[in-house]
């Protein structure tokens, strides 16, 4: 695969997140690949009161562990989380954390076959699922700390130069509201586009763009939607 021949790849989830990402693509994807991070959103942290009487955690996202963390040193709770990288990065903060599904609804019926609560949901501002809700509805005690925002940003003008080209462009997609923030950011682009995106949800407002194709990830994991990077610059380099 000739590296000028492939397609660019706009990284737009936040910062930390991001960068994880772009190593991954280059570990898999190898030497040569243009990648630009420009990250749509950055998290503002929020005091919260912490209710009490929990007996567990949930996290579903890093943002979230650092958010709680910040807020209090207690780590007497056992944390279920969405994700592998976010359970680790619980452990490292003290945690004991378990795995317990790749998104909130394996999370929410793995909990509810196994655990009785009371749930502390931890999350942020803007949620796909209400997890805590979805608890209570199923019978069992869920409290919430809303620990941090996710505020939008502009793209950067390296970021829109490359939307305004006639280039092939990748464009992966890890939630609802950064496929809606993307869709609005990218209106008027020229370039072709290609949505890599980790669930239909995510890629639904980037319909908007008309994209010349549009993949979900297999998985609803970031290993998902790596996987559909992958598949997405080998069919732009074999693209005219």
Do not use: N
């Not at 009487?53 to 943002?63: C, V």
């Not at 990065?89 to 009785?116: M, W």
């Not at 019978?139 to 919430?144: F, H, L, Q, T, Y």
């Not at 992966?172 to 370039?191: D, N, T, Y």
């Amino acid at each position: 695969m000739a590296a000028q021949s492939r397609p660019a790849i706009l990284i737009t989830r936040p910062a930390e997140g991001g960068a994880r990402f772009a190593r991954a693509l280059r570990r898999r994807l190898g030497p040569g690949l243009r990648i630009i991070s420009a990250p749509l959103m950055a998290p503002r942290w929020r005091d919260a009161d912490l209710p009490s009487g929990a007996a567990a955690l949930i996290f579903t996202s890093e943002a979230g562990v650092a958010g709680l963390a910040r807020l209090t040193g207690d780590r007497t709770l056992p944390a279920f989380c969405v994700g592998a990288h976010t359970a680790a990065v619980a452990r490292r903060a003290g945690f004991s954390a378990y795995v317990a599904g790749r998104d909130a609804a394996e999370l929410l019926g793995t909990l509810r076959a196994t655990e009785r609560g009371p749930f502390l949901v931890v999350r942020g501002q803007d949620a796909a699922a209400d997890i805590a809700a979805a608890f209570r509805e199923a019978g069992r005690e869920a409290s919430e700390a809303i620990v941090y925002a996710q505020e939008p940003r502009p793209l950067p003008p390296r970021a829109l130069r490359l939307l305004a080209g006639a280039g092939a462009v990748v464009l992966p997609v890890f939630s609802a509201r950064s496929g809606a923030l993307l869709a609005e950011a990218a209106r008027g682009a020229h370039a072709r586009l290609m949505i890599a995106a980790i669930s239909p949800a995510a890629a639904r407002p980037l319909d908007l763009l008309r994209p010349a194709r549009t993949l979900c990830a297999e998985t609803p994991t970031a290993a998902g939607v790596l996987d559909a990077v992958a598949m997405l610059v080998g069919a732009g380099d074999k693209t005219p």
